[in-house]
């Protein structure tokens, strides 16, 4: 019981011989974890999670399942529930036969199998839609029948492969909430793909961000927003303001970038960096602090209002600062009259919400 | 959201035929003009569409259903007989004597009329075939008396129509004659059925010898169900893997399952001779490696026309079912296999049922061309595996029996129309895919 639930061990995998689409993949699951897989298109999600699932074989390398190597064990017998992107209802059956398959499937039938049918019905809400095909069902609700389904026969491990990603915002957000009580409830193992950021942090306790077939950082939710490890993490996940300069001196975790001739920044050093090597400095905007008061930031800079937009909740301002003219601020909507358009002002940040990454 | 926007639109269309939809109407003369509007902007655009499709319309209305219609008409519409002789039907209804009898004289009187009549506008031949069809011999009795008629200029009749041929003195000419005596009748839908109208007007079964069609009938379905349980068989296994081959290999066989079409049906049954036939290919191949000491008989018999006819109708039943596969993701049985289904009941519980209505509308398609198969059979079969298009052919160019020909191909187009009816009972026809 000492060991992951799932391992991942140096897996490689390519469909042509030629490009690697999972180039080094080493990842741990815990048990009871929900591990989330975030990436742009074509990163090699869905191929790992298929890896897991038995649907494809890993070129090289192994995968783990209970610390046993499962390259031989086919699919049905690695019990693995699975939620499908575009949901994979058996349109020839009720919702009722869809979610009993997997228990006919293991001789579980009578009594026995509509009562658990029944129960997990009620769990994603759905009591009263057994008898209903899955075509007469909104997009939602075949949702729910496919997390249904997946649930039903007690698999140790869940994938779910961008289950929310046909659904509309708002029914997104009340499913990612539903999934999130079912993984407390029942102490499900879930791994998870999807390639938007904030169902990622909304759900994951851990995040494992793919590109180009790497994983590139893995981490929880707020290490990954507040301490990317790299410029691609930094600007895949939330918005960043980039400013481009040169390591100046380094001092521990601290270092100074000098923009321009007139300007040094004090960055916390986050990559690998070193003296005179080139760096990209990445600041979050709503970190940036416009006219502020005297002491509360270590870096001041003259800046020029472009433009602004409100958007309710909060505004937002973009600005021709440090060479950039793309340099965006977030400001709560706090009631206070903000800065019009055209005008110069002062923007400033604290040391530690600036990170010094490196060049992509 | 999207599921929301066509109850918005039905709520907000008003909608003519329920009286303004759910919403309650805003007021009678608001209401009622914008019905007004909405009817005439919909009447301008079916207008225009119908405009568009004329030429196909009235194509398909002279190529398609005035023949049909001709063809159902013509199964029961035989007015030659009682508007050729319409004294005579007249005279018999007055006589109104039973069944086993001979008429009296003013209905030969009536008849003689008739004939004189007829032999003037020179329908005669036409009436005396039509007899024929009913009786053989019926001809040759009808134009003896019809040659001599103008000979004589009074009756008594009797003795004029017993001299030209006894058979005007026997009470069986005219029940034929009375069996006739409605311009619509079923008479042609009993011979079809093997049955007849005896002399005393009931329906009987034709005697044994003539009896033909029935099993003609009943040969057909079991020719053409044979086929379609093949092509439903070898179709399935060409279409999985029609669809589940790679791009260049699916190419590849797409071509070779299509390239039938583009070659004439007959030289495609002119093949499966140079195939099947006794000093053929297949033979000469056996026999050269000993396989067989005799020549198979693989030609003239139910063998070869199911052969042949398999392979032509192939295609008919392969498109229909690879259009259902190409449609079936993968994540189907991958879905079924990851919540535990063994290949095999993956595919059986998930991926059969959905090929369903592609197996039923290739099966269907091949079943109802068969029915009609013409060229295949009479080429390759032999005398006994004759289909009913055959007899079809046979009535319409030799016995010249259109009435026959035309009932025959009813029954065939009624027994389609039942499949079709049936088709859409289990499987439903907007379900059935054609490719
Ligand atoms: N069956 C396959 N055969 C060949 N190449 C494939 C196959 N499946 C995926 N690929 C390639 O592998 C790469 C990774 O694909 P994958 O489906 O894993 O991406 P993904 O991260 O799931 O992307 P998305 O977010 O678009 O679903 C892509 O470049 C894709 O073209
Ligand atoms: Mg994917």
Redesign the pocket.
């Known amino acids: 019981m000492n060991h992951p639930m799932v391992q991942f061990r140096s897996v490689q995998k390519t ?2 011989g030629e490009s690697l ?2 180039k080094d993949l080493n990842l741990d699951i815990a048990r009871g974890e929900f591990l989330t897989l975030l ?12 890896m897991l699932a038995g649907f ?1 074989t890993a070129t090289s390398g192994d995968i783990l399942l209970d610390g046993r190597p499962i390259t031989h064990i086919p699919p049905e017998k690695r019990d693995i529930g699975m939620v499908f ?1 575009n949901y994979a209802l058996f349109p020839h059956m009720t919702v009722a036969e869809n979610v009993a398959f997997p228990l006919s499937v293991r001789g579980i039938r009578g009594a026995a199998s509509s009562e658990k049918v029944a129960r997990v019905l009620g769990m994603v809400g759905l009591n009263d839609y057994g008898s209903r095909r899955p075509a007469q069902l909104s997009g939602g609700q075949q949702q729910r029948v496919a997390v249904a389904r997946a649930l039903v026969f007690e698999p140790k491990l869940v994938l779910m ?2 289950p929310l990603s046909a659904l509309d915002k708002q029914l997104r957000e009340q499913l990612q909430y539903e999934i999130k009580r079912l993984h407390h409830e029942l102490g499900l193992t879930i791994v998870y ?1 999807t ?1 938007d950021q904030s169902e990622a942090l909304a759900m994951s306790d851990r995040i494992a961000v ?1 590109y180009q ?1 790497r994983v590139q950082q893995l981490a929880d939710p707020v290490t990954l927003y507040e301490r990317p490890a790299n410029s691609f993490v930094a600007q895949f996940i939330g918005e960043n303001n980039a400013i481009h300069g040169r390591v100046e001196s380094i001092d521990g975790h601290r270092c100074r970038v000098r923009v321009d001739e007139s300007l040094t920044v004090p960055a916390r050093l986050v990559a690998p960096l070193a003296v005179s090597q080139p760096a990209r400095l990445s600041i979050r905007p709503e970190r940036v602090v416009v006219t502020p008061p005297d002491g509360s930031v270590d870096v001041s800079v003259p800046a020029q209002v472009l433009d602004v937009t409100y958007l309710g909740r909060y505004v937002r301002m973009r600005l021709s600062a440090c060479g950039s003219e793309e340099f965006i601020v977030t400001l709560p909507n706090d009631g206070r009259e903000f800065s019009p358009s055209c005008t110069a002002v002062q923007i400033g940040w604290r040391a530690d919400d600036c990170l010094a990454l490196d060049v992509l | 959201m999207s599921s929301d926007a066509p109850a918005l639109i039905e709520s907000t269309t008003i909608d003519p035929a329920s009286g303004g939809g759910s919403l309650p109407p805003p007021g009678p003369s608001l209401n009622d003009d914008l019905r007004r509007r909405l009817r005439r902007t919909e009447w301008r655009g079916h207008l225009r569409a119908y405009l568009l499709i004329a030429p196909l319309l009235i194509f398909v209305l002279v190529s398609f259903v005035l023949p049909l219609s001709t063809l159902v008409y013509k199964s029961f519409h035989d007015p030659v007989v009682p508007t050729g002789l319409p004294l005579t039907y007249k005279a018999l209804r007055e006589w109104g004597g039973p069944r086993d009898e001979v008429p009296t004289e003013p209905v030969y009187a009536a008849l003689a009329n008739d004939m004189k009549a007829a032999k003037r506008d020179g329908r005669a031949a036409e009436i005396a075939s039509r007899l024929n069809i009913e009786a053989s011999g019926l001809r040759t009795t009808f134009m003896r008396a019809v040659r001599r008629i103008d000979s004589v200029e009074s009756g008594p009749w009797k003795p004029y129509f017993a001299g030209v041929d006894p058979a005007w003195e026997s009470p069986t000419t005219w029940a034929t004659v009375r069996n006739l005596a409605d311009t619509n009748h079923g008479l042609f839908f009993l011979s079809a059925l093997d049955l007849r109208k005896s002399s005393q007007g009931d329906v009987v079964r034709q005697p044994a010898e003539q009896r033909i069609y029935v099993e003609v009938f009943i040969r057909t379905i079991g020719i053409s169900a044979l086929v379609a349980l093949l092509c439903m068989a070898f179709g399935f296994a060409i279409a999985y893997l029609l669809a589940h081959a790679g791009d260049r290999t699916a190419n590849l066989l797409m071509i070779l399952v299509l390239l039938p079409f583009w070659t004439s049906l007959l030289v495609r049954t002119t093949a499966w001779i140079v195939l099947l036939q006794k000093e053929g290919v297949i033979n000469s191949m056996l026999l050269g490696i000993g396989a067989i000491s005799q020549p198979l008989p693989m030609m003239y018999n139910k063998f070869g026309v199911a052969v042949a006819m398999t392979h032509i109708l192939l295609p008919f039943a392969i498109l229909p079912m690879y259009s259902v596969m190409r449609q079936i993701p993968p994540s189907f049985v991958r879905a079924a296999r990851s919540l535990g289904a063994s290949p095999t009941t993956a595919f059986l519980r998930v991926y059969l049922p959905q090929c369903a209505p592609g197996v039923a509308a290739g099966v269907l398609l091949v079943f109802i061309i068969a029915l009609g198969y013409y060229i295949t059979p009479a080429l390759v079969g032999g005398a006994g595996d004759q289909m009913i298009s055959y007899f079809i052919a046979d009535n319409l160019t030799r016995a010249l029996n259109w009435g026959l020909a035309s009932a025959m191909g009813v029954l065939v187009l009624a027994a389609v129309l039942l499949l079709y009816w049936a088709y859409d009972k289990l499987v439903g026809v907007t379900n059935m895919r054609l490719g």
Do not use: C, I
């Open positions: 469909y042509d689409v999972v990436g742009p298109s074509g990163s090699g999600k869905t191929t790992s999670l298929m494809e992107q492969d961008e793909v390639h793919f077939g």
